[in-house]
């Protein structure tokens, strides 16, 4: 696709872009830039766009229209919400975040004591030590998702994007869960994470993308998610009819 040439300080890249599944359009016109390094929240009501935007971010839905570009080269790290895992697949912690090895070792590709290592390592940093032979289908919400995380951690991505990572997990594990995140940033990392609790998002995220099937705001958090752009978020999404067509993007009131 032609256009201005890419900011190499860019780590995604998204010009009027169009997403959703089929011929239904999840968030409409969206124009905006995750430099390299950041950390950014994605919030908005249910059903306001935000999964299908970081779906489309981690290539597996196409736009609709516009343009979703990711720097050349980097390598990504997607973790789906909790309620798309199939936690009845058997399989142990350590299975689990072995996943992670796949793009270096391939699915079916033999691990080296380094991997275990790395995998044995992971585990331990996200406060796992004893769980590396424990079923999944065992594990609490909590405990499931720093499995999760610790699969990430073996990806040693460039840009990391998570789907509602704290939902129906306990305060203790949320606050390491952040932590990690901001590890991450610090390592020079581009982090996107779609999150519910505002307080959450005021006090950690630097950056908001505040979605209503189309952008509300974007910046500096602060700015964002003021009361006045909630309102019009709320006000938006209860008015959207699903049935009417495309706008073009001068006609968005």
């Not at 790290?77 to 299975?95: N, T």
């Not at 305060?171 to 779609?194: C, F, S």
Request: charged share 20%; hydrophobic share 45%.
């Amino acid at each position: 696709m032609t256009g201005l040439p890419f900011n190499p300080r860019t780590a995604v890249e998204m010009r009027d872009l169009t997403v959703g599944y089929g011929s239904h359009a999840a968030v409409h016109h969206l124009s905006c830039c995750f430099s390299a390094g950041s950390l950014s929240a994605l919030v908005g009501v249910n059903g306001s766009g935000k999964s299908t935007l970081i779906k489309t971010i981690a290539g597996l839905l196409r736009p609709m229209s516009g343009r979703c570009h990711i720097a050349p080269g980097t390598s990504l790290a997607y973790l789906p919400q909790q309620s798309e895992l199939d936690r009845s697949f058997p399989a142990r912690v350590r299975d689990l975040v072995s996943l992670g090895l796949w793009s270096q070792r391939g699915l079916l590709g033999r691990h080296r004591a380094q991997d275990r290592d790395r995998v044995a390592a992971a585990i331990s940093a996200v406060g796992l030590d004893g769980f590396d032979t424990r079923p999944i289908d065992s594990l609490s919400g909590g405990q499931l998702q720093r499995a999760l995380f610790a699969r990430v951690l073996v990806q040693d991505a460039q840009l990391i994007l998570l789907d509602e990572p704290f939902n129906a997990v306990d305060e203790r594990t949320i606050g390491d869960l952040v932590a990690l995140i901001h590890r991450w940033q610090g390592q020079g990392r581009t982090v996107i994470v779609v999150a519910h609790d505002l307080d959450l998002v005021r006090a950690q995220f630097p950056q908001t993308l505040l979605l209503a099937r189309r952008p509300i705001a974007w910046g500096a958090t602060l700015d964002v998610l003021t009361s006045d752009n909630l309102q019009r978020a709320r006000n938006l999404h209860e008015a959207w009819d699903d049935h009417a067509p495309w706008c073009a993007p001068d006609e968005v009131a």
